[in-house]
Nanobody, 121 residues
Framework: VQLQASGGGLVQAGDSLTLSCAAS????????VGWFRQAPGKERDFVAS????????YYADSVKGRFTISRDNGNTAVSLQMNNLKPEDTAVYYC???????????????WGQGTQVTVSS
């Protein structure tokens, strides 16, 4: 499975942004996809995850109610809709794939390159 994250940018507090994780590989539809983020000097934190068919999703408390993770109908990409962005959301965002629905980064086998999200106050 190969993953390609995109959609980051510089926005103001309160704005919205949508990240996309495009996938290739015949078995992608079997995988849980998660989004993680890493701010400078901090650990990589879980943001959200969705199971293989998009029927089950989990969110970090810090983004619950503001972010929405979803899979496209063709199950070739996963989006992260981010609303009401805050300066503390500033980080490099990564998408990753795992065979189990989990928030633990160590359980994810495949990672895309990061995309920078910067939220100014």
């Amino acid at each position: 499975v190969q993953l390609q994250a995109s959609g980051g940018g510089l926005v103001q507090a309160g704005d919205s942004l949508t990240l996309s994780c495009a996938a290739s590989g015949r078995t992608f539809s079997r995988y849980t996809v998660g989004w993680f983020r890493q701010a400078p000097g901090k650990e990589r934190d879980f943001v959200a995850s969705t199971n293989w068919n998009g029927g089950t999703t989990y969110y970090a408390d810090s983004v619950k109610g503001r972010f929405t993770i979803s899979r496209d109908n063709g199950n070739t990409a996963v989006s992260l809709q981010m609303n009401n962005l805050k300066p503390e959301d500033t980080a490099v965002y990564y998408c990753a794939a795992a065979l189990s629905l989990t928030s633990r980064a160590v359980s994810y086998d495949y990672w895309g390159q990061g995309t920078q999200v910067t939220v100014s106050s």
